[in-house]
Every structure is written in C-alpha cells, then in structure tokens.
C-alpha cells in the first residue's frame, strides 16, 4: 500500500487551495446570501483547467485520475461548498459522454466545458421519482430520426444556466425488465419545447444553481442518443460509481473546513482567563473531528483509487465512502458551530455556511439509506 501523495499531487492541491482562498472566500458568503451564480469565478476556475479536470486530454482536459480529482474537490469544498460545487459541476453528466458517447458528442460537448464556455447538468430525477430511478416517467419517443421528448425533472444542478443536459428517459416501456426500458439522450438548452424554472431558498449550497426542467415536445437529434438505446440505467450506475466518490469527496472538504475553523477558533477565544482550546471538553471534540476526517479520507482516497484500477469492489466502496463521509461531515460542521459557541451561530464565520453545506452529501447522488442499501446489496449478491 503506497499512502503518499506524489509531489504532483500535492502541487495540485496546494495550487487549488491558493486558488480557493484567493479567488472564493472573499466572495463566498455573497453569493451564498444571494443565492447566484459566479459565473466569474467559474470562469477563472476554468482557466485552470478545474472545470474539465478529469475528462481525457484529448478534448482539453488534463486528465487527472479519480484521485487527483478528489483532492481539487477537497480543497474546494474545504473553502466552499456552494462555489466549489459549482466549478466541480460544470461538467455534471459528462462521464456518460465520457464513457459512452460516440467521437462527434466528445469533440462537441466536452471542449466548450473545459474551455469554461458552456456548463452541464445531468438530468435523472423527478417530481415522483427520486431514490426510485426505475419510475423516471420522462419519455422519449421516435419520430423519424428525431427524439421527442415529454416530462419534467426536478432538483438538476445547472439546470437554470447550463447549456445541454444528459437526461434520463424512458424510451422503451415495454421491455422486459424494470431496469432496460431507459436511455440517456443530450438535450441542449436552446431547443424549442425546453424551460428551466430556478428553485430557490436552499438550506445550503446556494451559490449552485438548482432548477426543475420541464419538456414539451422536445425534438432533438436520433444522433444525441448516449450509448445505447436501452442501456441508459445500467450506464448510469457506472456514472454513480464515480460521482459517489466525488460527493464523498465534497463531504471531506467540508469536514476539513469545519475542522480548520474550529481549531482556529480554539486558539484564539478566551474564557476563564485561558484559550478554550486549553479545555480538555474541547481537546477531544477536536481529536475527534480530525480522527474522524481522516477515516472519511482514507475510504474515500481508496474509493477514488478504486474508479481508476476497479477490482471489482468499487459500488460497495463509492457508497461507503459517501455514506460514511457525509455523516462525518454533518457531525464534526455541527461540532465545529459548538466550538464557536454563539459566534457559530450568525454567519459572519465560515461554520455556520459549512454546517449547512453539509446536510446535502447526505441526500444527494442517492440518499444514506439508499447507500446503506447498496452497500447490504452488494454484500449479499457478491460477498464483498
Ligand atoms: C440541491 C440538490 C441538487 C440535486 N442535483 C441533482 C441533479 O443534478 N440531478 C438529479 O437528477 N438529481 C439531483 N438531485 C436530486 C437528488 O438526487 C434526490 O433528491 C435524491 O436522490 C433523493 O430523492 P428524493 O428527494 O425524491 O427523496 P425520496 O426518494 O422521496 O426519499 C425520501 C426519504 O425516503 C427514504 N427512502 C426512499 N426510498 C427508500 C428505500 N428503498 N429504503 C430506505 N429509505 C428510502 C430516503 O432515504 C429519504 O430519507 C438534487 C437534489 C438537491 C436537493
């Protein structure tokens, strides 16, 4: 087992986290307040190359491994959720086109996203389909050599200010099992039939743009199909794979905020004539947030590790590593608010935006009890 970074690595992550503190913490609580879009700061992020990080660098990107992937979210995550999501997100729902698209989609729809010219959103959940991804009613239908697509979808991430969109659809009813009547077809956003309505008033995360998409007789291309017409679940299930590691991600950055703030906070206030940080009650909620943010890094490293060299363990360790993690990031942000006592409570800190942040890696890219039922799945299917 090979537990260090290598000196690339940590070049990244010192890079990224100069770039969080530089260009995002100044902002942060702006745009959390007013709920908008930095398209700016995207932009800069993108300069970067941290839009497209991880798509191959023969469509622009720079090919970074899972891995090094997961230690530019940390450290985004770490300063910002709400922003950092945003610049992580820009290309949500490109690992399909990266995975199954044909050459035409990659050289299409890949570039403008590195370029920081166009954002993404991938389309699976409904108003009544959630955790339930098989009761996805969203249809598309063939007419000639064009879909037609018909449905609403809800809770999509770039959904008001992204440019196309992967969307699950229901293309054949009849199959014959539950899970082979899908498909994943590119739907861009300037095609008549499509709107966006923005959702506001988020509990955290508000910088990053969530809208319902609705679909009225859509007309897209036969050629925006994504893989193969009956495929679209079981793609879908890779794409988790990967981006339940990156949320697992996320979660550690937001812990390891929490944790930076709190010990800060520690040193610096007094009570009874001493730093609080020189109780012991408040020694070992530290230790703990720090014991507890290494072992959601670890799994979490591992399960990034295992995107790119599966042994076959990979579902059972994405949900694991999200579960676990997002459950150490809601423990040790609502630590870190008790660390800041009443100061921990308004948001002139840093915590009191974490704290909130945090609660969304717990629902999002499918919820702990579905990961908990995944991980039971997998363990009695294939006894890992
Ligand atoms: C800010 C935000 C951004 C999002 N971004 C996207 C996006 O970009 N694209 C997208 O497609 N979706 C997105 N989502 C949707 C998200 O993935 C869903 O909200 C999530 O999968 C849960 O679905 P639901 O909200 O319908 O909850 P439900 O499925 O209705 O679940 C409600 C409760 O019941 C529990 N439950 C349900 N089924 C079971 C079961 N079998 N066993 C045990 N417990 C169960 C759940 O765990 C939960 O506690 C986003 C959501 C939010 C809030």
Excluded at 1 to 23: C, G, K, S
Aim: hydrophobic share 40%; proline share 2%.
């Amino acid at each position: 087992m090979e537990y260090n970074l290598t000196d690339e690595q940590r070049a990244i992550r010192d890079e990224v986290r100069r770039f969080a503190e530089n260009e995002i913490a100044p902002v942060a609580s702006e745009y959390d307040e007013s709920e908008t879009y930095p398209y700016e700061i995207v932009q800069k992020a993108a300069e970067m190359g941290l839009t497209g990080a991880h798509f191959p660098v023969e469509y622009g990107g720079v090919g970074y491994t899972s891995l090094e992937n997961a230690l530019v979210t940390e450290e985004l995550f770490a300063v910002d959720p709400g922003i950092g999501l945003c610049i992580t997100s820009a290309g949500f729902g490109a690992e399909a086109i990266i995975n199954f698209g044909t050459d035409e989609q990659k050289e299409r729809f890949l570039p403008p996203i590195v370029d920081g010219e166009s954002v993404m959103g991938a389309a699976i959940s409904e108003p009544q389909a959630g955790s339930d991804v098989t009761s996805v009613r969203t249809s598309a239908e063939k007419d000639g050599d064009e879909w037609v697509i018909n449905g609403n979808k809800m809770w999509i991430t770039n959904g008001s200010v992204g440019d196309y969109f992967v969307v699950l659809c229901q293309t054949d009813p009849d199959a014959d099992d539950r899970y082979s009547g899908f498909s994943q077809i590119i739907v861009e956003a300037d095609r008549d039939g499509f709107s966006a309505e923005k959702i506001t008033g988020k509990m955290g995360i508000r910088a990053s743009d969530t809208a319902e998409l609705i679909f009225d007789d859509v007309r897209v291309p036969e050629s925006n199909l994504v893989g193969t017409r009956g495929m679209g679940f079981l793609q879908l299930m890779q794409f988790f794979d990967e981006t339940r590691t990156s949320v697992a991600a996320q979660a550690v950055g937001i812990a390891k905020g929490a944790c930076e703030q709190a010990l800060e906070y520690a040193e610096e206030r007094e009570q009874f004539g001493r730093s609080i940080g020189e109780f012991q009650a408040i020694q070992h909620k530290l230790a703990e947030m720090h014991t507890a943010t290494e072992a959601a890094r670890q799994l979490t490293y591992k399960s990034a590790w295992s995107v790119d060299n599966d042994e076959g363990q990979l579902t059972a360790l994405a949900s694991m590593a999200k579960e676990f993690a997002s459950d150490v990031a809601t423990d040790v942000t609502d630590e870190a608010v008790q660390i800041h006592g009443g100061a921990g409570f308004v948001n002139d800190h840093d915590v009191e935006r974490l704290y909130r942040d945090a609660k969304i890696t717990q629902i999002y890219e499918g919820t702990s009890e579905i990961q908990k039922n995944v991980i039971a799945r997998e363990l009695l299917d294939k006894g890992i």
